[in-house]
């Protein structure tokens, strides 16, 4: 308690206990995979391959030109089987490409350590990253080297190490079981951003995590400051996060940048490391498949493309029917229609929830109890914009500010007469269109 | 061979989130029905069985109405989500220890009726549905109304006695200067633990705090209303409520008549207060300077009934014009 935060939240029950104590476990190879060229937020990939070619690990299959987009690299060697439309968890169907394993994992030789980085500029740091196909891997999958570079002076670069999410443990893992690696790569996303000050925001519930940053960062004399913030829901959303350690507020609108701060997620900074030190492109990421029907919840490191079905019968399956499975945890997370659905560079968590915790209870009138209004972390009326969805008056639901939303899902959680009020705000943004 | 995998179930697909509070409106409802039951339990003590089948005939009633008006409505049957029988019981605690049974029943059928299934039930109401039924029973039977009974525990044969807060008001009215404590047969501690006329809940400050804790502790209700309504009580009573300034007696304008009953368990009723907790505290002040303008220098010797219902009227301008700044602020 006494720790930063922001205003609104909620305590969310984290469900993280199936997974905390999980030591990350490499995935076996998968015999195929299925890699989307939509992986990041921006312009979609080109392929570079067509059916029947032969890749190796690592080797860049899809690029595009323009700023916001990223390449896409093989996960494992083998054949080129189909270049073509295929399941998506997100876009739900989208162009990718097919490779069915050699079983030899045969690396890229182009894969070489890049020597001492220190002598890299800042543009070669960028560059760099890129190549290696960085987004952020807390789930929004914005690509790295945008954020690097961005349109205004920039001070403090934030590490979101809070990972608020309920059930999903990866980044902590990550962060107790490689911190060296993720500083080395914070110490670069630093250098590549230019700033001084560096913040390392990580949730008084991982008092372990929080624990050997401290050391690790007082030991190798680095200056960073490594900051316990409230565990609260939504704590690791952005502009809450950067609220909370630099009480600064993003208007409106705007991104961080626009208030001088860069964020960035651990796990990003891990693979910036392994990107510029090892000049390994990112084509494997670390994933919890949890749930509480799920034999034994792991936290995986993962090669892209896997499917999930493959990642949840390898924790060994599920003692009960699954009645949902989602991609990510279960405040944002996107609810998934079959579990062919690839891992995608934006998975941070498989979560199947059994038939018997599906909740759909039906809604009931508002009560006007006011939980939404205080939980709501923009300050927003969310009981008022359901109202006006369920009214069908997006017009007059436009002075409470919809497009604010960050659709963190804490007023659904929070209301007792289980209104889908962030099902009502999505509707009144894309009506408001 | 392509996308050949295990998926023979049907997954269900919804709008995120996927988890929720274990909360719902029955269970608030059903606590703060639950936080009440001490309160009664002391009035049955105080006023022996006659309480007791009020508090039932009200409940009692209110359900009835309520399922007969969702019948009547088509609307779902809402009797299980707790809130017409907490309007029953509240009712009844509004009621003088010893008024009929047919009263009782009466107040409670008016009360869901038009204290809520005309607004198209839960959540559509503006006024405090327990207090309409108060309201309409005063308007209507006024002497049934007033009628206190004595606590038997005084060992008086008398079948009413006056209520500390008129006797303060008569007090106050007389022109001889008399302290409160003369005149009053009450001491503040018996008012506390409820040993005093009065309406059923009225009785003992002491069972509906303890009450009240428990619904502030859960997170069912906030301060901010309480605090603001019992304080502005406090303060305007303790200004002007004596022969001159500052000489109020407001201990006993604190502890005496609905306050306790009203602050904590009637304006905070979510539907007829503010959404905001700048606005609960403006709704409490102007709750608390109601009542005590209709204790001091009103007609009536309590005002806690209209101050609520007066300010449940202020509601909708309240959150039109208290709104919380928008993050990275900007106008709204």
Known sequence: MGNKTFVGGWHVWSHKELTRDAAIVAAPLPPRVVIPLAQHAGIVCRPLVKAGDTVLTGQKIGDAEGLITAPVHASISGKVTVVGDALHPVLGSAPAVTIESDGADRQDPAITPAGDPRGLSRNELVSRIRAAGIVGLGGAAFPTHVKLSPQKPVDVLIINGVECEPYLTCDYRLLVERPDEILDGIGLLQRAVGVEKVYIGIEDDKPLAIRTFQKRVSALKLPFSVVPVEVKYPQGAEKQLIKALVD??????????????????????????????????????????????????????????????????????TTAPAGKIVMGGPMMGLAQFSDAVPVVKGTSGILVLSTAELVLPPEQPCIRCARCVDACPMQLLPYAMSLCAQMKQAERARVYNPSDCIECGVCTYVCPSKRRILEHIRLLKVGAK | MSQAQSNTVVLSVSS??????????????????????????????????????????????????????????SRPLTVGDGSACLTGLLLAYNLPAQAPLWLAALGAAVAIIFGKAVFGGLGGNIFNPALVGRVFLMASFPSLMTRWPAPPMFGLDAVTAPTPLAILKDSVQQTQIITAAEIIPYTLWDLFLGRRGGCIGEASVAALLAGAAVLLWRGSISWHIPASFIGTVAVVSWCFGGQGLFTGNWPVHVLAGGLTLGAFFMATDYVTAPLTKKGKCIFGVGCGLITAIIRLWGGYPEGVSYAILLMNAAVPLIDRYVVPRRFGGGGR
């Not at chain 2, 003590?45 to 009835?64: C, D, E, K, R, Y």
């Open chain 1, 248 to 317: 600064r507020e993003v208007p409106p609108g705007k991104l961080p940048f626009d208030v001088g701060v860069v964020v960035s997620n651990a796990g990003t900074a891990l693979a910036a490391a392994e990107a510029v030190f090892q000049g390994k492109p990112l084509y494997e990421r670390t994933v919890t498949v949890t749930g509480t029907t799920v034999r034994e919840p792991k936290n995986i490191r993962v090669r892209l493309g896997t499917s999930f079905a493959e990642l949840i019968a390898w924790c060994g399956g």
């Open chain 2, 16 to 73: 995120s989130p996927h988890v929720r509070s274990s909360e719902s409106t029955a269970r608030i409802m059903w606590s703060v029905f639950v936080c009440l039951i001490p309160s009664g339990i002391v009035s049955w003590n105080v006023f022996g069985i006659s309480a007791a089948a009020i508090m039932l005939t009200a409940v009692g009633t209110a359900a009835l109405t309520e399922a007969l008006f969702c019948r009547l409505q």
